[in-house]
């Protein structure tokens, strides 16, 4: 299978850093920056860097984005830009196109132009790391959309010893144990028969207030 082609318009903080991790991971990069400093500082880490403003669909035509996989737009500040920038993305058609939103509103109108997938790092990050702080066997909390998420927890020393039927966390909280990890290994669908031992970790989805719940509960299980 051919490797996946990403481009990233935008080099702030965030779309170097989405840009470095592709790249580390081995994939194609196209960085875009209208500021020629933005894309000179990036050159050497991603496999092609181009100064454009990506507000003239001209300029995004002739850099071939059509062709791309996944484009991410990372302008942050500039929301009129990245706004248009995304219209343009649509018009042009192709890729999939994720974009940072820097506010509820301004995720609204890149969902309502066809955006793929409006993505809100300091909002998401601000979550998680909230409910890392609250409880830390809260590994991580992801929101999958506005009523669902995941929570991931450390099996604590009550549940150890305890099987998936006894700790009825479906019964209890109305949510489900979809994996338990344990270092590299990861067991997908896990049978109530389950017992958990050191070092398990539950990764949970259900509906937010169920999960608060359950996490609240957590301490005391
Ligand atoms: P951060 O990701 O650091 O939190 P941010 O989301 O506020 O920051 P900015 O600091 O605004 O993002 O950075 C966005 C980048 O996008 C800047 O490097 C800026 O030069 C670039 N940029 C803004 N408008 C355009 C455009 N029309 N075309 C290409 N690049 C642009």
């Known amino acids: ?79 009129q830009a990245s706004i248009l920038t995304t219209l343009i993305l649509k018009d042009l058609g192709g890729p999939v196109i994720v974009v940072k939103a820097q506010n509820e509103l301004h995720g609204k109108v890149l969902q309502k132009i066809g955006a793929d997938k409006v993505i809100y790092p300091e909002r998401d990050m601000g979550q998680r790391v909230a409910h890392h702080l609250a409880s830390p066997n809260i590994l991580d909390y992801i929101e999958l959309s506005d009523d669902y998420s995941i929570l991931e927890i450390r099996a604590n020393s009550a549940m150890i010893g305890q099987n998936l039927k006894e700790l009825n966390i479906r019964a209890r909280f109305g ?12 067991n997908i669908s896990p049978d109530a028969l389950y017992r958990l031992i050191e070092g398990d970790i539950l990764v949970i989805v259900g509906e937010k207030s169920d999960l608060t719940k359950l996490e609240l509960a957590y301490s005391q299980i």
């Open 175 to 186: 949510c489900n144990v979809m994996a338990i990890k344990n270092g590299t290994k990861m």
């Open 1 to 79: 299978m051919a490797k996946k082609q990403f481009a990233v318009i935008g080099m702030g903080r965030f779309g170097y850093s989405v840009a470095n991790s592709l790249s580390t991971m081995g994939f194609d990069v196209l960085a875009i920056d209208s500021d020629e400093q933005r894309t000179q500082a990036v050159s050497h880490i991603v496999t092609h860097a181009v100064s454009a403003d990506s507000t003239e669909e001209e300029a995004l035509r002739a850099l071939g984005i059509r062709n791309f996989d996944v484009v991410v737009v990372a302008i942050g500040e500039d929301i």
